[in-house]
């Protein structure tokens, strides 16, 4: 798993800021907290400011230094902390200070894994950590911070319960005569595993709407050449980036900027134009719309007001059909020229011009980024946690049938897999090289 060394770390960002801190982990931190402050003690959770000196005994800062005896501390083991002054150079000088006396740096995300291997944390807690410095939103702090309390723990602990009751009613079942067993076993089973059905379910699709909190949302701009989709873009970022003409085709390939919405952070793309397939390269055009749809979390699909509904305007119109499950919003733009678009195609839809005021559109983004990020449903966070619970509804789903026809090995046999499924959430039991993938990816010094 990994090996007893000391290790060390800065623990704050590689930059000018007023303080940073320095952290040991291990048996020997204490020890070597000692020699570089020349004190004799620390009392364990009490802040004392001490000078710090290299090995010719020169002083090199004046610090708070933290002390936290094993187990009570991050990682579970010894650490000190010293909140050095900041800047690029102290923490880095007492960083090699501490090498000196037998330490080594810490991989990224070291920290974090002996905190997880010592019991600290479980794996749901460690991803929470890994995320919240990433989340670049309010509403993304919010949504980790309840993950870092324990919310997806909880959660994962209430069905395991529920899947070892049903295990451990097989195991009787097998060894005891029907009667010793409450008449109503049966029912009480498969209502349980309506309910986990169901709960896991929800949980599927309701992270599956926040998949952007964390990294962004998807806005995708689509439509046929021509229409506006590059003068959009330049209008919601407030500044000229693509560029714009009067030839169709002008946007060849998919633009990617960041914006502002509201609270959110959101990534909109501009994409080339969608026309009809009458060659090879124009294929690969659509195939591509495609794919930008198929990752959007928002289509905005643009038509042109000023000209008739042609078949290239109905092919997008087919196109967003098979999207239902898609937020969709129409904007008919350049509506400040003569309407000429028959609008009996449209269901809802905006009336814009890039010449106008675009906020109606910018509120109906908004509105639909608050509804699905505000609300109570806990979300899952990471591509490893939503295919464990796919994993588990998978399972769960195929003991339904051994249940009814009574066939209760088999039965138990999928209620033992999805117990493992649900189980690797967090804390997995052999898995050690998804683990080391996992925690590489975090942060050095976290
Ligand atoms: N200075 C400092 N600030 C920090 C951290 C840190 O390691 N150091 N953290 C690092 O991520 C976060 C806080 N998380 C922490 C979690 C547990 C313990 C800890 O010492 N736990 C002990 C004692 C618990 C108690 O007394 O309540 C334990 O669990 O036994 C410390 C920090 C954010 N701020
Ligand atoms: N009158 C009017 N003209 C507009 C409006 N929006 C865009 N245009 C003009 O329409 C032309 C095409 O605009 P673009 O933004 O380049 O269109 P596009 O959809 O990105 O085009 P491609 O990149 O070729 O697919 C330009 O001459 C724009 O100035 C609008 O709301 N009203
Ligand atoms: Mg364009």
Do not use: W
């Not at 195991?171 to 059905?197: C, G, R, T």
């Not at 898609?326 to 905006?350: R, T």
């Amino acid at each position: 798993m990994f090996d007893d060394a000391t290790i060390v770390a800065i623990a704050t960002a590689n930059g000018i800021g007023s303080i940073s801190i320095v952290r040991i982990s291990g048996v020997n931190a204490l020890e070597i907290a000692k020699k570089i402050s020349k004190k004799n003690t620390f009392q364990p959770r009490l802040a004392t400011l001490s000078y710090i000196y290299d090995e010719n005994n020169e002083t090199i800062d004046e610090a708070i230094v933290l002390y936290f005896k094993a187990p009570f501390s991050f990682t579970g083991e010894d650490v000190v902390e010293f909140q050095c002054h900041g800047g690029v150079a102290i923490a880095n000088i007492i960083v090699d200070e501490v090498l000196k006396y037998g330490a080594r740096l810490a991989n990224p995300g070291e920290f974090s894994k002996r905190a997880f291997f010592n019991n600290k944390i479980d794996l749901t807690k460690a991803e929470a950590i890994s995320k919240i410095i990433e989340a670049r939103s309010a509403d993304a702090v919010k949504l980790l911070a309840r993950q870092l309390k324990g919310e997806l723990t909880n959660f994962v602990n209430e069905i395991r319960e529920d899947l070892l009751f049903m295990l451990a009613y097989t195991e009787v079942s097998i060894d005891y005569a029907e009667e010793d067993l409450p008449s109503d076993i049966f029912d009480q089973i498969e209502n349980k595993i309506q309910k986990i059905i169901l709960k896991l379910s929800n949980t599927l699709e309701a992270s599956r709407r926040r998949e952007g909190m964390i990294e962004g949302f998807k806005v995708a701009i689509i439509g046929k050449p021509n229409v506006g989709k590059s003068s959009l873009l330049n209008k919601l970022l407030n500044y000229d980036r693509a560029i714009i003409s009067d030839i169709a085709g002008t946007t060849r390939d998919t633009i990617e900027e960041s914006v502002r919405i509201g609270t959110h952070i959101i990534k909109i793309v501009d994409t080339a134009g969608i026309r009809t397939a009458s060659d090879i390269i124009e294929k690969i055009g659509i195939e591509k719309s495609i794919q930008t749809i198929n990752e959007a979390d928002i289509v905005i699909a643009l038509f042109d007001n000023s000209k008739i509904c042609d078949d290239e305007d109905k092919k997008i119109l087919e196109l967003i059909n098979e999207n239902l499950n898609k937020e969709i919003i129409k904007v008919l733009n350049k509506s400040d020229l003569e309407n000429k678009f028959d609008k009996s195609n449209l269901m809802d839809f905006i009336e814009l011009s890039t010449k106008e005021d675009i906020n109606p559109l910018i509120k109906k983004v908004e509105n639909f980024l608050d509804s699905n990020t505000h609300s109570d449903e806990m979300t899952l966070i990471s591509k490893r946690q939503v295919t464990s619970v796919e994993d588990t509804l998978y399972n769960i789903n195929l003991a339904k049938e051994p249940l009814v026809s009574g066939e209760l090995e088999f039965f138990a046999h999928f209620i033992t897999e999805a117990l493992g499924n649900i189980s690797s959430i967090t804390r997995p039991y052999e898995n050690d090289e998804m683990l080391d993938v996992m925690f590489g990816e975090f942060c050095l010094g976290k």
